[in-house]
């Protein structure tokens, strides 16, 4: 995709891969969920500019082709950037500015929870997204509305567009705040799968909301990208680096 569209953020979706694999792969979240059932869970997206993981996981599960995934971001393709209202696989448009998917969510989760609805929301938010005071707000909502339907988890690889996180904004002790908020805090290997699994599990018991803080690698899996903060790559390195991948 990104030797196709050099625009896309590769180095944060391939740092969520592996929590979006653990949601999906266990059927937590699903591709072709119908909306409007209050029994499914839901995923919030909150760095949608991540989405390019999700389209990839859908390729793999055989629910796009090449050929679509070619066209990402191209005039017409239902593939865009950000997550958009008929955008295939996403739950909520949040294509604005960071932070707007959190409330979305936490919202939602008090939908379902007024309703009697026995769906879970999925929130999958980054740690340079925290910079924003909406964020914390919102998760004040969902520590005051006691929204255990809601299970958030950051993806905390330590850069944003700006630069590394912690010198962009400091955020602290990060499961201390939540913590303090009245959350069930677990911290987790952001791309040990079964380790995701089962925090998953501990936090859908936990009675209260709950937040995963995964620690994770920016550009994970691809060399000359993990461990960078690099966003985006020009056409001709995508290509290369596709090419190395492929012959493994």
Aim: glycine share 14%.
């Amino acid at each position: 995709m990104a030797a196709y569209d050099p625009g896309i953020h590769i180095g944060s979706s391939l740092s969520v891969l592996d929590i979006l694999t653990a949601l999906y792969g266990t059927g937590r979240v699903k591709f072709n969920a119908h909306n409007g059932l209050s029994t499914r869970n839901y995923l919030v997206l909150s760095k949608g500019h991540a989405v390019h993981a999700i389209y990839a996981l859908a390729s793999v599960f055989g629910h796009l082709n090449s050929d679509e995934l070619r066209e990402t971001g191209s005039l017409g393709s239902r593939l865009q950037n950000h997550p958009e209202d008929d955008t295939p696989f996403v739950d909520v448009s949040n294509s604005g500015s960071l932070g707007l998917g959190i409330g979305m969510a936490v919202g939602l989760a008090l939908g379902l929870k007024l309703r009697g609805a026995a769906g879970r929301v999925y929130l999958v938010t980054g740690d340079g997204e925290l910079d924003e005071g909406v964020s914390w707000e919102s998760f004040a909502v969902a520590s005051s509305y006691g929204l255990s339907n809601v299970v958030t988890i950051v993806d905390q690889n330590g850069a944003q567009l700006d630069g590394p996180s912690d010198e962009v904004l400091k955020k602290g002790d990060l499961a201390g705040r939540f913590r303090a908020m009245g959350f069930f805090v677990q911290t987790v290997d952001g791309h040990d799968v079964d380790g995701l699994v089962e925090a998953l599990e501990a936090a859908e018991k936990a009675g209260t909301p709950s937040v995963i803080i995964a620690r994770t690698v920016r550009g994970k899996g691809v060399q000359g990208l993990e461990g960078s903060v690099r966003q985006r790559i020009p056409r001709d390195e995508a290509l290369e680096l596709a090419g190395k991948l492929s012959c493994r």
